[in-house]
T-cell receptor, first 113, second 111 residues
Framework: DAGVTQSPTHLIKTRGQQVTLRCSPKSGHDTVSWYQQALGQGPQFIFQ???????QRGNFPDRFSGHQFPNYSSELNVNALLLGDSALYLCASSPSGTPYEQYFGPGTRLTVT | SQQGEEDPQALSIQEGENATMNCSYK?????LQWYRQNSGRGLVHLIL?????REKHSGRLRVTLDTSKKSSSLLITASRAADTASYFCATHSSNTGKLIFGQGTTLQVKP
């Protein structure tokens, strides 16, 4: 049973560019959450998707957007990248009945130069 | 914003010793979870304790929760070098799945 997978593993972008990160949830999970983890900090909640809609959003600007597909996989898009967007981006999946029981993927390390 | 504050920020012990880390939070919660993170990679779920529980065990892990003090502790007994990692507490308060993480405790276990 495959766990949560994320791609790519690492990414280097330039300020002002746009980036798309991808996540495939654990089998049987239909809810996907995204977190940003800056170096030395705990993860911060970006948003959660369920039934292809954004169910809850954290304190992140509109430059951060997402999408969930019918197969429950998800994308995180960040526009107009800033240096401060450099972080580890973590995807977590969970079953709809217990959305707080989250299983995390290995993350995507984004570096903005 | 971070809900929890973890204490200590860093902990260094010898193999075989016990490690205790603490987490405090600000608002009422449904449950609290502890996660482990190795070398800045994905988080591994360790244990969940519900707001109506006071103590929970899982192998070498013991978690306590004191909702009156809004605090939790994680005890790792008979530590091993493989326990070297960062440990985070995460609280759940909403009716969705948003988790609010603390800043983490970095544990080093010396062989």
């Amino acid at each position: 049973d495959a766990g949560v997978t994320q791609s790519p593993t690492h990414l280097i972008k330039t300020r002002g560019q746009q980036v798309t990160l991808r996540c495939s949830p654990k089998s049987g999970h239909d809810t996907v959450s995204w977190y940003q983890q800056a170096l030395g900090q705990g993860p911060q909640f970006i948003f959660q998707y369920y039934e292809e809609e954004e169910r809850q959003r954290g304190n992140f600007p509109d430059r951060f957007s997402g999408h969930q597909f019918p197969n429950y996989s998800s994308e995180l898009n960040v526009n107009a990248l800033l240096l401060g967007d450099s972080a580890l981006y973590l995807c977590a999946s969970s079953p709809s009945g217990t959305p707080y029981e989250q299983y995390f993927g290995p993350g995507t390390r984004l570096t903005v130069t | 914003s971070q809900q929890g504050e973890e204490d200590p920020q860093a902990l260094s012990i010898q193999e075989g010793e016990n490690a205790t880390m603490n987490c405090s939070y600000k608002t009422s919660i449904n449950n609290l979870q502890w996660y482990r993170q190795n070398s800045g990679r994905g988080l591994v779920h360790l244990i969940l304790i519900r707001s109506n529980e006071r103590e929970k065990h899982s192998g070498r892990l013991r978690v306590t929760l004191d909702t009156s003090k809004k605090s939790s502790s994680l005890l790792i007994t008979a530590s091993r070098a493989a326990d070297t990692a960062s440990y985070f507490c995460a609280t759940h308060s909403s009716n969705t799945g948003k988790l609010i993480f603390g800043q983490g405790t970095t544990l080093q276990v010396k062989p």
